[in-house]
């Protein structure tokens, strides 16, 4: 089975969608095979790694129905096997339609455990808020990685993922926290200086040594379609994210 990871913050813009597509983007070109699942109405991780969302079934029909198998579509990413979920705002129709369907907090993980053997690693992408999709994410999950601005407000979103995981292990009792990552850093500021330090201290080794610097390059790359590998001027940003697969491959492996 998979080692599954959800990438999750209730906070929005802490880089959440640009973390999994490029993290899972390393983890392909190291040689895993990976699945990406858009687990966002938006589909910004749909949109990031230039998948269609014109296809036939979304993680949407999925949910809905555990007859209809996990859609998946291969994407370009330089090198490796990468795939993705895709995701369109059906998903926002369908994840009020859950609340009246049985199991429903475990909808994906039904899905990851009967479509997703062929995997080494699946990434989750959440939506910025502990609803019914970002549950499922959770419950599916093997582990969770919090993306996080080193900015004082966002510290209120790290002790709201706690919190969230807290209540999701009475369904999820194997789910740990990998990593907190450092996400859109500019340590010329005094203001990211001090906080980075005080995460460090606060969670100690649960912060990942690698840090990922601020890059107008990956905010073009995801706009183009793609992942930061082999996009112009992006060398930078791509070393910090194989950097980040380094760790992350031994996280999940204990």
Do not use: C
């Amino acid at each position: 089975m998979p080692i599954v990871i959800a990438v999750a913050n209730q906070k929005g813009g802490v880089g959440k969608t640009t973390t999994t597509a490029n993290l899972g983007a390393a983890l392909a070109r190291k040689g895993h095979r990976v699945l990406l699942i858009d687990m966002d109405p938006q589909g910004n991780l749909t949109s990031a790694v230039g998948a269609s969302k014109a296809s036939e079934h979304t993680i949407a029909d999925a949910l809905l129905d555990h007859r209809t198998a996990l859609p998946t579509q291969l994407v370009s990413n330089g090198s490796g096997e990468l795939h993705v979920t895709p995701a369109t705002l059906a998903l926002a129709s369908a994840e009020a339609a859950l609340m009246n369907k049985l199991g429903r907090e475990q909808r994906l993980r039904d899905q990851i455990g009967q479509n997703g053997a062929s995997f080494d690693f699946v990434l989750v992408d959440t939506p910025p808020s502990l609803g019914l999709l970002t549950i499922n994410a959770l419950v599916a999950a093997s582990f969770v990685l919090v993306p996080t601005e080193a900015r004082f407000f966002s510290l209120q979103g790290l002790q709201m993922i706690e919190e969230s995981i807290e209540e999701v292990l009475y369904l999820n009792p194997k789910l740990k926290v990998i990593g907190i990552l450092l996400s859109k850093l500019d340590r010329r500021l005094r203001e990211e200086k001090q906080v980075a330090e005080y995460l460090r201290e606060r969670w100690g080794l649960l912060v990942f040594k690698t840090e990922i610097g601020t890059s107008s390059k990956v905010l073009e790359a995801s706009s183009a379609g793609r992942t930061v590998f082999g996009y112009l001027g992006a060398e930078r940003a791509s070393d910090m994210y194989s950097q980040l697969a380094e760790e992350v491959v031994p996280r999940g492996q204990v």
